[in-house]
């Protein structure tokens, strides 16, 4: 008997007999800018066919191009397009799958001259000023949603699934924030649902019956303003009468100050929001947002908050998410850990999405799968996040592997990421590599610092390092104080750290520490304190979703965080989740420091010069170095004197910016090459 028989059970919606309840999300992957995309895009939706999904969502495709996401965002508004739509479809097709087009007008987020939207207003996170539509063009806008539709369905789409949230065009119809039209379209409640209304009801014109409508409603904005809860219920029974076939739900503007899928929010955060939907129809309804195991979906559907679980990132990360649910192999799903390193991060930076757990992703025409030519015999020294990807990689492609790590447990610095409010998700990574390790009999030996020597006696052919970096230590006098600790000693080793703390180095690892000793551990589970932190709604219901926010606390410590160079410390955080350490930080009263120049460390602080010059001493109980890292190769050059091929990858390779995204694509790499 499956654990997850809810997730499991066949559905039929719009005609469309789907063999489970997994839903891949529209994501906009931005493969098309990358060579060979149409090829890697078959393959992408292939792989997540071929694991089962129940039903693929293609990345948004606007309906017009003043309505594409950036001037790269794929437009689907000709005829001549079809055939190469076709040939996804048919991928996925040949792969068992079924796969419905999603219809994204951008509006006023749209990042192209010309952009366009319901009332005159920049958005905040859109440098185009948009261009108000007048009432012919609202009318064509509809009609262009339809003829998409009917573009999608003549290339064999199973549906078409109408974006109506996150702030996107038909969101700002929607809302008074953004929408302050006088003519039909604007004004009362019942005008500004009119646009999603007549949109859903050109599409069904346009398709005829048994072809699926999904539409994605805001089921809460996460705008000051945005719709009530009772709002939102209003217009899910609308569409319903409208003709769709099934209610997907989004949740807050992209311009929201409230987080939504990182990995800062508690899983399922918002299912409250969902329920409200599913109360009001009698359609089906798919959630969404931070699901991320099988677990929290399964959980969703016996509380029957939703009938479908849509997961976006999730299916990034393990394509055959439900092939190994069906299998009764949930232990070996390589979780999405919330991360947005690789995926969200990328796309924001105009590049194309992968991900981090799983690199394989948008590259599967990169990665063959094909075993090896010729089994080798490896050993693999660091079981941090390169040694474990490494060899969980090579022994599937038929290599005989042998880890070895010197602490006592597997994972490197993914143990100290885990310690920091909000990072709990790496765990998953932990499990995963753990789980797969044991399957794929890959040899362990932990807690021991392997030699030279004894890698010589063990018969290998090749020798991979995955050592990692050590903390680098600045040359600043006074740095063997007492007084000094390293980013390992308080996050890995559990120094006691005291009430008054200078950092020195705000990258990732400082703005870490910075957390560490000021946020607040339940962050990442305690769904009533996220919303109490965040200014959110105890019960979703107001307008927007939004509640005042919490009276400050005071602070559990005095931080100071400090850099060398001018400027805002924390621009090389990540692009999607560095605003929302920032808030938490802020509220806790971190101090920050840039163009500071270190003097000494005594027994009365940090002493330094501020940007001005002038000198400072910060009275500090510790002062913690988060100064960079450099790579740690003790064992390189006595390997290679042995006559070893030795393949440096992850930290030991190049620590300079290392993050886990590169130090596992790295290490899947060198595995697909290693024995041709
Ligand atoms: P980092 O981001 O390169 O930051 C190193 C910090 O140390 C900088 O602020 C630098 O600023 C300072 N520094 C460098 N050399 C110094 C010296 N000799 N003396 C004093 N200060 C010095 O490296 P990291 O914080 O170790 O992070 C490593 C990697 O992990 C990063 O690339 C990051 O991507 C990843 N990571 C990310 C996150 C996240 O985004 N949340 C969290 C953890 C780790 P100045 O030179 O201006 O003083
Ligand atoms: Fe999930 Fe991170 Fe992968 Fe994105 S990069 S899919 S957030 S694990």
Not at 134 to 148: G, P
Not at 205 to 224: C, E, K, N, Q, T
Not at 504 to 514: L, N, S
Request: proline share 4%; charged share 25%; hydrophobic share 45%.
């Amino acid at each position: 008997m499956s654990r997850f028989p809810l997730l499991l059970s066949p559905l039929t919606v719009g005609g469309l007999h789907l063999p489970n309840r997994v839903v891949m999300g529209a994501m906009h992957t931005r493969l098309e800018t990358l060579d060979r995309a149409h090829e890697r895009l078959c393959a992408f939706y292939a792989a997540r066919a071929r694991g089962e999904t129940g039903l693929l969502l293609s990345g948004g495709h606007a309906p017009v191009p003043e309505g594409a996401m950036d001037e790269a965002a794929p437009v689907f508004d000709r005829e001549a397009q079809v055939d190469a739509h076709r040939a996804i479809v048919d991928a996925v097709t040949r792969a068992g799958g079924r796969i419905a087009l999603q219809i994204l007008h951008a509006g006023r987020y749209a990042r192209v001259p010309g952009c366009v939207a319901p009332s005159a207003g920049r958005a905040r996170i859109n440098s185009f000023e948009p261009r108000v539509l007048t009432l012919d063009e609202v009318r064509a806008t509809i009609r262009s949603h339809a003829h998409t539709a009917a573009l999608a369905k003549e290339a064999g789409y199973a549906g078409v699934e109408i974006m109506g949230s996150e702030g996107y065009l038909i969101n700002e119809f929607t809302s008074t924030i953004t929408n302050r039209r006088d003519d039909e379209y604007g004004g009362s409640f019942d005008a500004r649902l009119r646009f999603p209304v007549e949109i859903v009801r050109a599409v069904r014109a346009a398709v005829g019956p048994g072809f699926l409508i999904i539409y994605r409603i805001s089921a809460v904005d996460l705008m000051p303003g945005g719709m009530t809860s009772d709002e939102v219920a209003t217009l899910a029974r609308l569409i319903e009468e409208a003709g769709a076939d099934l209610i997907n739900t989004g949740i807050g503007w992209h311009e929201s100050l409230v987080p939504t899928i990182a990995a800062a929010v508690p899983r399922a955060a918002w299912i409250d929001a969902v329920q409200n939907v599913k109360q009001a129809v009698s359609i089906p309804v798919m959630a969404s947002n931070r699901i991320n195991t099988p677990e929290v979906a399964e959980a969703i559907l016996a509380r029957g908050a939703a009938d479908l679980v849509s997961m976006a990132r999730p299916l990034l990360a393990d394509p055959d998410f439900a092939l190994k649910l069906r299998q009764q192999r949930s232990d070996e799903i390589n979780t999405c850990i919330a991360c947005n390193q690789a995926c969200l991060d990328a796309i924001f930076s105009e590049r194309a999405a992968s991900c981090l757990v799983n690199p394989r992703a948008g590259r599967e025409i990169e990665f063959g799968g094909a075993k090896a030519a010729q089994a080798l015999k490896l050993a693999v020294v660091g079981g941090g996040p390169a040694g474990m990807a490494f060899a969980v990689n090579a022994a599937e492609r038929g290599h005989r592997v042998t880890l070895f790590e010197a602490q006592a447990q597997l994972g490197g610095q993914l143990n100290m990421a885990r310690r920091i409010p909000g990072k709990r998700e790496f765990d998953e990574a932990l499990r995963y590599h753990r789980t797969r390790l044991q399957r794929l009999g890959v040899e362990l030996h932990l807690g021991r610092r392997v030699t030279a020597d004894e890698i010589a006696q063990g018969g290998f052919d090749e020798v991979v390092l995955a050592t990692g970096a050590t903390p680098r230590v600045p040359d600043i006098a006074g740095i063997d104080h007492r007084k000094v600790l390293s980013y390992v000693d308080v996050l890995a080793r559990g120094a006691a750290v005291g009430e008054r703390v200078a950092i020195i180095g705000a990258g990732g690892i400082g703005f870490d520490v910075a957390l560490f000793l000021l946020g607040d551990v339940r962050d990442a589970t305690d769904v009533a304190h996220f919303r109490r932190t965040w200014g959110v709604d105890a019960h979703l219901q107001g307008a927007g979703g939004l509640a005042a926010p919490q009276q400050p606390v005071p602070p559990r410590r005095e931080v100071h965080l400090l850099q060398r160079k001018p400027g805002t410390p924390g621009r090389t955080l990540g692009r999607t989740t560095g605003w929302i350490l920032k808030a938490l930080l802020r509220q806790a009263d971190l101090r920050l420091h840039a163009g500071v120049k270190y003097e000494r460390i005594d027994d009365a602080g940090l002493h330094l010069r501020d940007a001005d010059g002038k000198p400072q001493c910060l009275a500090v109980d510790h002062v913690i170095v988060c100064a960079g890292q450099v790579e740690d190769r003790a064992l390189h050059d006595a390997l290679r004197a042995r006559g070893f091929t030795v393949h440096l990858i992850g930290g030991a390779d190049r620590a300079a910016e290392l993050d886990a995204v590169r130090a596992i694509d790295q290490a899947a790499r060198l595995a697909e090459r290693i024995g041709g």
